[in-house]
């Protein structure tokens, strides 16, 4: 029989042989989980969506717009006459979604134009004609986009009418047509604009609005007359013809 020494010997040699193991089978099941595990990485940072183009610059824009040198069938186009933009620049929409309906120029909506071009677009022998509103207008490639999301959603949501507030007397427009667009640039928009005369709300005149945006370039024409005729459009020839000169001067 071993003494009570031996036995004693015996049982830490024993016990130190099951702590041996099994700190040895932890190491290795521990070092079979991280190698089962995949390791973390921090997650990649967004990348930035390109910015476009820049923003055609006023002497680009003035060598795509109409001139009077230009052929625009029986139209000519000038600069305005005093130099100043028309009055209507300044008119506002209640309400506020409307207002791509009355003016895209700088300050009438939250996306300014980088630079613009006024044209004025008559016949002049044709002693009450049609008069057209020509512009053109550079943006960045996500604001020439944002107006026309802008404007879509007018023609949508003010379709039924809306108040045009001008200098002197606020105009009731009484109803909103889309139309069909020209088959121009990226995307286009057609309107009929029937508007109450401020002076006799029996009567009622008519303007057609066109917009067109190639790139980040938005061209837009407004079409109206002096009488109550409805003149049935924006005249094609002067579509055609700026188109033309717009396409020409940036390939």
Known sequence: ??????????????????????????????????AASPAVSSPAPPVAAPAGPEPLTR???????????????????????DGEPPAG??????PDVCQPLVSLAKGAT??????????TVWDPDAERGVDIDLRLRSYTSADAAAVMRALGRAGRECAHGFTEERVLADAKVVRVETLRPPDAGEEAYA??????????????LYEYLTVI???????????????TEDV???????????????RRATP
């Open 191 to 204: 309107f009929r604009i029937t508007t109450q005369d401020v002076e006799d709300t029996r009567v009622e």
């Open 89 to 94: 620049d300044t008119y506002t929409a209640e």
């Open 110 to 119: 939250p996306h300014d134009p980088a630079a613009e071009i006024v044209r």
């Open 232 to 246: 049935g459009g924006v005249p094609q020839d002067v579509v055609d013809a700026q188109w033309r000169k717009f």
């Open 59 to 81: 002497t680009q824009l003035l060598a795509a717009a109409l001139s009077e040198e230009d052929d625009a069938g029986a139209y000519t186009a000038q600069e305005p006459v």
């Open 1 to 34: 029989m071993l003494g009570a020494r031996a036995r004693h010997t015996a049982a830490a040699a024993l016990a130190a042989a099951v702590l041996t193991a099994t700190a040895a089978c932890g190491a290795h099941d521990a070092g079979r989980t991280a």
């Open 213 to 227: 945006r190639a790139g980040s370039t938005i061209l837009s024409f407004r079409a109206d007359t002096h009488s």
